[in-house]
């Protein structure tokens, strides 16, 4: 099942890897690869939070 990309608000909590315009836009976000940001998730999971912490010590 796909994203219903009118909402954002509740999208841009969690990252969503399965699909590619929210790897480009979270990648560009955050300023980091796709490997980098893949490699986060993996760590801490989807919340986008979480991730910025993790990216943030790393």
């Known amino acids: 099942m796909s994203d219903d990309k009118n909402k954002t608000a509740l999208d841009r909590q969690f990252i969503n890897l399965s699909e590619p315009y929210e790897v480009r836009s979270w990648t560009h ?3 980091v690869t796709e490997v980098q940001l893949r ?4 760590a801490v999971g989807r919340s986008a939070d979480k991730v910025r912490e993790y990216l943030a010590s790393h």
């Open 29 to 31: 976000s955050l300023g």
């Open 39 to 42: 490699d986060a998730v993996a």
